[in-house]
């Protein structure tokens, strides 16, 4: 049973998958802290330059080397 998330929450515990788990050991030169704060920072550096999770990833990296290419 999965408790429903509260914006007060103060710690985050779940049971990575294998990839999740890889993922984040990649992220964090073999550290899994310090990859799920390059992820974050990772998020906030996309958040600031305009990406929303709603949107597509690969579709909005594709219109932001567009635009690069453009000179926009």
Not at 4 to 28: C, D, N, Q, V, Y
Not at 40 to 57: A, E, H, I, S
Request: proline share 4%.
């Amino acid at each position: 049973m999965v408790r429903p998330t509260e914006p007060s929450a103060t710690h985050f515990l779940r049971k990575l998958k294998t990839e999740e788990k890889m993922i984040l050991l990649a992220a964090g030169s073999g550290c899994t802290t310090r990859g799920f704060n390059a992820c974050l920072d990772t998020f906030q550096v996309l958040w600031n330059l305009g990406y929303r999770p709603d949107t597509d990833l690969t579709e909005w990296l594709g219109m932001v080397q567009a635009d690069e290419k453009n000179g926009a």
